[in-house]
């Protein structure tokens, strides 16, 4: 079974409007991590938004929050106020393990265009 | 400053030749990481260096030999690869092996093998 699974290839926005890319995860740790990251063509993972499995609010770092509902499983990213250098790849992860170490596991990714 | 650099940027390499991708960050980071991404693909676990100590393989090929010679530095030796092995090889690090530890990824080595 997939552990990080992100139902949506690919997604049009317009810009200036806001947009939801959806995460789904699947673990029976208590502790855990979720990340989003963005790839542009250019190919660098950027780093946008962590939410731990322990906290209590949403995170949020600019035009960027994560709706985390814990019992649903889900992490979705909200992009606010599209702009056209947000189109690129955009991958939900989650980190999850033991003391000994955790491993970051990668869904498959969804494709944002933004359209002028 | 999250700065990870690699070097080269792009790499084509012959199947008999012996090449090396390198990688770099400066933030003190402990932990160090080699992934594999194919195209339209998400990126593939390949090793984990924590504390310069091999601490994960993840049933990688032997023609790839990973290589920290010091907590600032992470080498991934290449030798012998096939066609398949092309791919998006990407660097990345992280404060320690945590739950909530980010991982900082370098922009990549695209390889070609011939």
């Known amino acids: 079974a997939q552990k990080i699974t992100q139902t949506q290839p690919g997604m049009f926005v317009q810009e200036k409007e806001a947009v939801t890319l959806d995460c789904t995860y699947d673990?029976?740790?208590?502790?855990?991590?979720l990340f989003w990251y963005k790839q542009p063509s250019s190919g660098e993972m950027i780093f946008l938004i962590y939410q731990g499995s322990y906290d209590e609010q949403n995170a949020t770092e600019g035009r960027y929050s994560l709706n985390f509902q814990k019992a649903r499983k889900s992490a979705n990213l909200v992009i606010s106020a599209s702009q056209l250098g947000d189109s690129a790849m955009y991958f939900c992860a989650m980190r999850e393990g033991n003391t000994g170490g955790f491993k970051t596991i990668f869904g498959a990714g969804t494709r944002l265009f933004v359209k002028a | 400053d999250t700065e990870v650099t690699q070097t080269p940027k792009h790499l084509v390499m012959g199947m008999t030749n012996k090449k090396s991708l390198k990688c770099e960050q400066h933030?003190?980071?402990?932990?160090m990481y080699w992934y594999k991404q194919k195209a339209k693909k998400p990126p593939e676990l390949m090793f984990v260096?924590?504390?310069?100590?091999?601490?994960i393989n993840e049933s990688v090929p032997s023609r790839f030999s990973p290589e920290c010679p010091n907590s600032s530095l992470l080498n991934l030796h290449l030798h012998a690869l096939q066609p398949e092995d092309s791919a998006l090889y990407l660097c990345?690090?992280?404060?320690?092996?945590?739950?909530?530890?980010?991982?900082?990824f370098g922009p990549g080595t695209r390889l070609t093998v011939l």
């Open positions: 990345a690090s992280s404060p320690r092996t945590g739950r909530a530890d980010t991982q900082y």
């Open positions: 933030m003190g980071h402990r932990a």
């Open positions: 260096y924590s504390y310069e100590k091999l601490s």
């Open positions: 673990t029976s740790d208590q502790s855990y991590g």
